[in-house]
């Protein structure tokens, strides 16, 4: 990583260097400026991400550009103070560390001769130790080529001290399932003769985690917290062709992916494990334990997809795939301590597994729609769509259990599993322009589908069968697409559906869902943004009796008094109200009690930006607010991130960024899980 | 721009989807029952009648500003026949336009790299002839895509982009039932990111435009890393549309976006969890954004668990189970069923999920 740091510095030193001097800035487009005034509450969220010398990001998205090139380079130093509270928790939810960071690199390459490439983009994102790095390059030429290659290297820590901890109440707080891991995914493609008829292209993408994290080895009567080390890779290749003749177009895939997972779990030293007292007059506890895990999976696919407008009123596509992945296992397992097999009640203080296994997938998915403009006013879109999957897998399990060195028992289970799931949905829609300014849509969606699966152990069924499960939903839709002026626009839907049948007694079942989505632009300097989603989901099955209701209302509002030139300020504020009630069936005695959950949230966003008069080119800048969380309910949790900015321009290339954010989490009924947090950056955005 | 000036005139756009105000007044003006329950009629006849009325139209223009302008000639009031004029014409007037449309993806039609017949004449395969609009300087004279209904806008985008792989599900989508205009997240002349901004800061600034009570969801402790712009809206929703639902992007073999990260999840597992088949990662977990740890829909992971896995007497076709009756909830060794169960998602090699 480091080194990938210095090489994208160092290209941005040597070509700064190598570059003319600029050509005065474009004016930006009015469009441009347009989409900037209608779109305000984004940029108020957006700036509150947790990197200061971005602010000034969105507002010179790029540089101009010289004969070779030109961009932007944002990099500085962030300083933290001690976290307060519990450490752990920050790396869970914040995870920013402290170091020279180059925050954002956005770099363009001319070719002088026009032969090579059209255009060369260069992007890096938090290179320098945060937890989140992001890199592409992507070169094109029109006509010839098009080639990109995205990076992604997500960093996950998760150790908090309320999740899956059966010892927190002793005051151990101690995590049994926590993860310090890294993801990184990549994806390159290439892609030859673009828009010509015949376009081959050829793409890999990789997927890869690694790292530690603690994990529980589990065996009849105890489980024991272990060291977990995890590795799993994926890779898929791909390659193929699109076909464009006239009105019809063709593409045509053939893919491989191949995954590997050497997971491995163990431990040498004493543990005692989550039992506390004796069973049977018999301690439990674990000496040792190796896991290897040996997974390897591949699938091929192969890929068909067909659009095409063959007549000014019609439009279609379509699509069927085939898959089949394969998945081999490969496991062994080694323990040794005291334990026992609790429906026999035979103790032994060592155990020998070895499992192989297989899991065979085939998969088809299938869609195909139609989009017919009879009349102007009149739009009717239907699809269908089909996804059917068969999982058939097996696993044979030879198992030595050793007292005394010898084998006190010995066993070969051999299991066969099944899912069959097919899903089906049908959907067609009639859009219908009432007035040139008012669209309405109707329609309706069937879905429907069945599975079969192997029943859990205690199911009330006969051994061997078994278990299904179906959906039947239909869903009437509506919609509403008002456009008053310009200025004012609403766009509404709706869905209700009364379902027959659902896989889950929380799946939807009986639900309406609507969703408003509106803007108003009251003045030039002030327009206005709101959202309405809601969710009511209900199961009346005796047996499920779940109500589930959801609804988010947001109103935002950005207002530039004078077009912004001294004063912005953005706003936004949500209001969430989750509530869930459902029956269930209490192990301990078989009772029926009620699962009850609420969050009543408030969420907000502001921003005031004040920018001292004097010269464009010499204007310091001013930013204050910040974000916040807060809910009650069943878990009450606060999370605040205010925030402070100055920006100073020195002249048009450099400008100096200052930031300081606080992340403050605590939680009423979790208070050990509580943070606090300074961060101070300063950096330096360099426009060249 | 003034934005709150009038629209002009549309009178002279016909098709493509694009309204003419004074056919509407021979409708109702409140949409009221009647109203609907006649669209719906309509809706259905017309849909019938479409096959025969395509095969009353004469040759198929390649874009519907071609088709505007067939109308145009055909009618016969047309005091003056509009053709082409080229890019230059209009350049004059439109200079800023004109320039940062240079640097625009955009300008392979103008160059005639793509799309041969209209090299020199990009203005004007969106915004049809402009003979006489350059004459009358009326900009009720020329085709302004952004004052059109979305449905017309979208069409003239899509006479030549419907053709990609990346429309896959188009129809199935929440922006094409909603009838989102292209030009809602696509600049067609922009020069400073081509058409599109694909920064994942850009990105999710666009979506959370419209989308705010879903990327007020990113502000709870709990979250994917959008706010830290490692990841976009895009990295998992195609806003062209998917067959899956929410839009949810698919990655190789129709699978959905999840696993692009979470390889592990993938499988074919010896052992399959049922929920991440049959209903999918939200299942369990909120995946915008949550409260609770590890993304769950609950407060402690039990209430996860068990509100599926409580099936006994009548199950009514639902699937799921019943709870294992030696498990005491009462004591913490059994709140957290992933302290056993740890293979959640599924298994090679225990099937309750033990290793």
Redesign the interface.
């Known amino acids: 990583m480091k080194l990938i740091y210095l090489l994208l510095l160092g290209l941005s030193i040597v070509a700064a260097q190598a570059q003319q001097p600029a050509e005065p800035q474009e004016a930006k487009p009015a469009e441009t400026q347009t989409q900037e005034a209608q779109a305000p509450t984004q940029e108020a969220q957006t700036q509150t991400a947790a990197e200061a010398p971005a602010a000034g990001q969105d507002q010179a998205t790029a540089a101009e550009l010289t004969k070779f090139g030109g961009g932007v380079i944002d990099f500085g130093f962030r300083v933290i103070s001690d976290v307060g509270g519990d450490f752990n928790t920050y790396r869970s939810v914040v995870n920013l560390g402290e170091g020279p960071r180059l925050f954002n690199l956005d770099w363009n390459l001319r070719d002088p001769s026009g032969r090579l490439w059209d255009n060369f983009t260069l992007r890096g994102n938090a290179w320098g130790g945060d937890p989140y790095n992001t890199a592409r390059v992507a070169v094109r030429k029109s006509g010839w080529y098009d080639f990109s290659f995205d990076y992604g290297n997500i960093a996950y820590f998760n150790f908090l001290p309320s999740f899956a901890n059966p010892r927190l109440q002793q005051g151990d707080f101690l995590s049994q399932r926590a993860f310090d891991i890294a993801r990184r995914t990549s994806n390159t493609e290439l892609h030859f003769l673009p828009g010509r008829i015949i376009s081959p292209y050829i793409a890999y993408t990789r997927n890869s985690g690694f790292g530690t994290g603690i994990t529980t080895f589990v065996s009849s009567g105890n489980e024991y917290p272990v060291a977990n080390r995890l590795r799993d890779e994926t890779d898929n290749l791909r390659a193929g062709a699109n076909l464009q003749v006239g009105w019809f177009f063709a593409s045509f895939e053939q893919g491989a992916t191949h995954f590997r997972d050497n997971q491995q779990v163990f431990t040498s030293n004493l543990n005692p494990g989550n039992r506390t007292t004796p069973l049977f007059g018999q301690q439990l506890f674990l000496q040792g334990v190796q896991q290897n895990y040996g997974i390897r999976a591949d699938s091929n696919y192969t890929r068909g997809y067909i659009s095409g407008a063959p007549a000014a009123w019609l439009n279609f596509q379509g699509g069927i795939l085939y898959n089949r992945p394969e998945t081999d296992v490969n496991f062994q397992q080694a323990n040794a301590g005291r334990f026992v097999v609790l429906p026999l009640l035979m103790f032994y203080d060592g155990q020998l597994d070895n499992a192989t296994g297989m899991g065979r997938l085939p998969r088809t998915t299938g869609h195909f729609g139609f989009e017919v403009r009879p009349v102007s006013r009149v739009r009717v879109l239907q699809s269908y769509m089909t996804d059917r999957m068969h999982n058939t897998s097996s696993l044979l399990l030879a198992e030595r259990l050793l007292t005394g060195g010898t084998t006190a028992a010995q066993n070969t289970l051999n299991v066969l599993d099944r899912l069959e799931t097919n899903y089906n949905q049908h959907e067609i829609n009639g859009l219908f322009d009432l007035t040139r300014r008012i669209t309405l849509r109707a329609g309706h969606r069937y879905v429907w589908g069945d599975s079969r699966l192997r029943a859990p152990t205690l199911a009330d069924l006969p051994a061997g069968q078994l278990e299904s499960g179906e959906m039947r939903r239909n869903v009437g839709l509506a919609g509403l697409n008002v456009r008053f002026t310009q200025r004012f626009n609403v766009n509404a839907s709706a869905e209700v559906s009364n379902g027959k049948r659902t896989y889950f007694r929380t799946g939807l079942m009986d639900y309406q869902r609507i969703r408003v989505i509106g803007r108003y632009q009251l003045f030039n300097s002030l327009s206005l943004n709101g959202n309405i989603a809601y969710l009511n989901n209900e199961n009346p099955d005796p047996n499920s009796d779940y109500r589930f209701r959801d609804r988010q209302n947001t109103l935002g509002l950005f207002w530039t008094p004078g077009g912004g030139r001294r004063l912005t300020l953005l706003a936004e504020y949500t209001r969430s109200t989750v509530r869930s009630e459902i029956t269930y069936i209490a192990p301990q005695f078989l009772q029926r009690e009620l699962s009850f959950y609420r969050e009543n949230a408030h969420m907000g966003t502001a921003l005031l930006t004040l920018s001292v008069p004097g010269r464009a080119s010499f204007q310091p800048r001013v930013t204050l607010g910040g974000s916040f969380f807060t809910s009650a309910g069943s878990r009450p949790s606060s999370f605040y991130q205010p925030l402070a900015r100055f920006g100073i321009p020195f002249g048009r290339r450099v400008e100096w960024n200052s930031e300081w954010r606080w992340f403050s989490l605590s939680q009423a009924f979790y208070v050990y899980e509580g943070f606090r947090n300074h961060q101070f950056t300063t950096g330096f955005r360099l426009t060249m | 721009?003034n934005?709150?000036a009038r629209?002009p005139r549309?009178t002279t756009l016909?098709?493509?989807?694009?309204?003419?105000?004074r056919?509407?007044r021979t409708?109702p003006g409140s949409?009221g029952f009647l109203?609907?329950v006649a669209?719906?009629f309509?809706?259905?006849l017309?849909?019938l009648?479409?096959r025969q009325?395509?095969q009353q139209?004469p040759a198929?223009?390649e874009t519907?500003a071609q088709?505007k302008q067939q109308e145009q000639q055909a009618a016969p009031a047309a005091p003056v026949q509009k053709t082409y004029v080229g890019s230059d014409t209009c350049m004059p007037c439109h200079e800023?336009?004109h320039?940062?449309f240079a640097k625009n993806?955009h300008q392979?039609v103008e160059?005639g790299?793509?799309r041969k017949k209209w090299a020199n004449q990009a203005c004007e395969s969106c915004h049809g002839p402009g003979s006489v609009h350059a004459e009358t300087v009326d900009a009720a004279d020329i085709l302004q895509p952004a004052?059109l209904?979305?449905?017309a806008a979208n069409q003239i985008c899509?006479?030549c982009h419907?053709?990609?792989?990346t429309?896959?599900?188009?129809?199935?989508g929440?922006h094409?039932?909603?009838?989102?205009a292209c030009t809602s997240c696509h600049?067609?002349?922009?020069?400073?990111?081509?058409w599109v901004?694909?920064?994942?800061?850009?990105v999710?600034?666009?979506?959370?435009?419209?989308?705010?009570?879903i990327?007020?969801?990113?502000?709870?402790?709990?979250t994917h890393?959008l706010?830290?712009?490692?990841?976009s809206c895009t990295g998992c929703h195609n806003p062209h549309g998917s067959?899956l639902p929410a839009m949810t992007r698919t990655?190789?073999?129709?699978e959905p976006n999840c696993i692009?990260?979470?390889?592990?999840k993938?499988?074919?597992?010896?052992?399959?969890h049922?929920?991440m088949?049959?209903?999918g990662c939200g299942?369990c977990h909120e995946v915008h954004g949550s409260?609770?740890?590890?993304m769950l829909?609950?407060?402690e992971?039990r209430?996860v668990c068990?509100?599926?896995?409580?099936?006994?007497?009548?199950?009514?076709?639902?699937?799921?189970?019943?709870?294992?009756?030696?498990?005491?909830?009462?004591?913490?060794?059994?709140?957290?069923c992933?302290?056993?169960h740890?293979k959640i998602h599924g298994s090679?090699?225990n099937?309750?999920f033990?290793?």
């Open positions: 721009m934005l709150l629209p549309q016909r098709s493509a989807g694009v309204t003419i105000a056919r509407a409708l949409p109203t609907a669209a719906v309509f809706l259905v017309t849909a009648g479409a009325e395509g139209q198929q223009p519907p088709e800023e336009i320039t940062a993806p392979v160059a790299k793509q004052k209904k979305p449905a899509l006479s419907l053709n990609q792989k429309n896959t599900g188009r129809m199935q929440g094409g039932r909603n009838e989102v600049s067609v002349h922009g020069a400073q990111q081509g901004d694909r920064r994942p800061l850009a999710n600034k666009q979506c959370a435009s419209c989308h705010q009570s990327w007020a969801q990113f502000l709870k402790p709990h890393p706010q830290q712009n490692a990841m067959v990655v190789h073999a129709n692009r990260c979470h390889g592990d993938r499988g074919p597992f010896v052992f399959e049922a929920p088949r049959l209903d299942t409260a609770n740890p590890r829909t609950r407060q992971q209430f068990m509100e599926c896995h409580s099936n006994i007497g009548v199950r009514n076709n639902t699937v799921g189970g019943i709870p294992p009756s030696f498990h005491d909830l009462r004591s913490p060794r059994y709140q957290n992933t302290i056993c740890i090679h090699i099937r309750d033990l290793r």
